[in-house]
């Protein structure tokens, strides 16, 4: 059930901003394992192979205190998203179940979120401080699965998506502490989805990048500034949006990169490509991008998110060793 933190200093260019990388590890018997989300108090939540007879299956597991605890064991689950109570959400797919629903952890015990009327599916995404969650419902698979965001507060489910407009495909990925949601929306078979801000009944377009048709919000910090992903002329770029403005974040020296977290500093981690192809986790602060590098042997990392401590969770993996959940720190 535990794994000792090791810890690499990993040099990265001279931009003021130093960080060492530390391996999570992974559960017993297993190979593989991955950070997906991370909360102030340092917790850190991901998806990590077991050995049999637990089956092939990732397990959830928790790291805290230098240790990693599988956590739930639901078949087919992932999670996605924990809040400073420790309190985790995401999706699994039980064989008594019929399809893949959103759960909420809190105090040992597992909720099925259930869904809506004329929907099959749910999958939860995101969490706030106050247990309100959000993600997507879904029915058919495929192409012609069709998605409508969803919140999730007070033990009652609302199709958000039916408020933003019900004829398009809408995902809500995270909501912060004042009760904003964002996402994206549009229709994904013509390449329309934009981000949008979804703030006490009014949703904001948040647009595209110059020469770009599309755009995703992934993270919101409690400022109200946005990050994602949008296409440019050239490639798809990372992306700030505040104070109504979108800004691009560049790349690592390829063509294609993701932001997926902010904290409250307007710290920004995602992933991107460099310069030989390789995809490498990074850390944006004041105009300037770090690579954030890898674990000794690896040739490639992904960064899901960052608290206010500026601690960074993800993962690191290279060709025939797998991959290893790692915490990047200053």
């Known amino acids: 059930m535990a794994s000792a933190l090791m810890g690499i200093a990993a040099l990265q260019p001279a931009t003021g901003q130093t960080f060492a990388i530390h391996d999570l590890g992974t559960l017993p018997g297993g190979n593989d394992s991955y950070a997906t989300a991370i909360n102030d108090r340092g917790q850190v939540v991901g998806q990590a192979s077991i050995a049999p007879p637990g089956g092939p299956d990732p397990h959830v597991f928790l790291f805290e205190h230098g240790v990693m605890t599988d956590f739930i064991t639901l078949r087919g689950v992932e999670a996605n998203g924990i809040n400073e109570r420790g309190q985790v959400v995401g999706s699994a797919n039980p064989a008594t179940h019929p399809g893949r629903f959103a759960y909420l952890y809190q105090d040992g ?95 904001t377009d948040l647009g595209t990048l110059p020469g770009g048709r599309t755009s995703d919000a992934s993270a919101i910090n409690n400022r109200g500034d946005v990050v994602g992903t949008a296409s440019t002329a050239t490639g798809t770029h990372a992306f700030l949006y505040k104070d109504g403005v979108m800004t691009d974040l560049g790349t690592l020296g390829g063509s294609i990169s993701e932001a997926t977290g902010i904290n409250n500093r307007g710290e920004v981690v995602g992933v991107s490509t460099t310069a030989t192809g390789d995809w490498h986790a990074f850390f944006y602060r004041d105009g300037v991008m770090t690579d954030l590098g890898t674990l000794p042997g690896h040739i490639g990392s992904f960064a899901a998110g960052i608290n206010e401590r500026g601690e960074v969770a993800g993962s690191s993996y290279g060709v025939g060793t797998g991959q290893r959940a790692v915490l990047w720190t200053r």
Not at 139 to 156: C, E
Not at 179 to 190: C, D, F, I
């Open 109 to 203: 015990a597992v909720t099925d979120l259930g869904t809506l009327p004329g929907y099959t599916d749910s999958e939860a995404l995101g969490i706030n401080s106050n247990g309100q969650v959000v993600g997507f419902l879904s029915h058919g698979r495929g192409r012609h699965q069709f998605r409508s965001a969803f919140l999730y507060r007070n033990g009652v489910m609302t199709d958000l998506g039916a408020l933003l407009n019900p004829d398009q495909i809408s995902v809500a990925t995270a909501i912060n502490n004042r009760g904003q949601v964002v996402g994206y929306l549009g229709n994904s078979a013509l390449g329309l989805e934009h981000a949008f801000l979804f703030d006490n009944g009014v949703t």
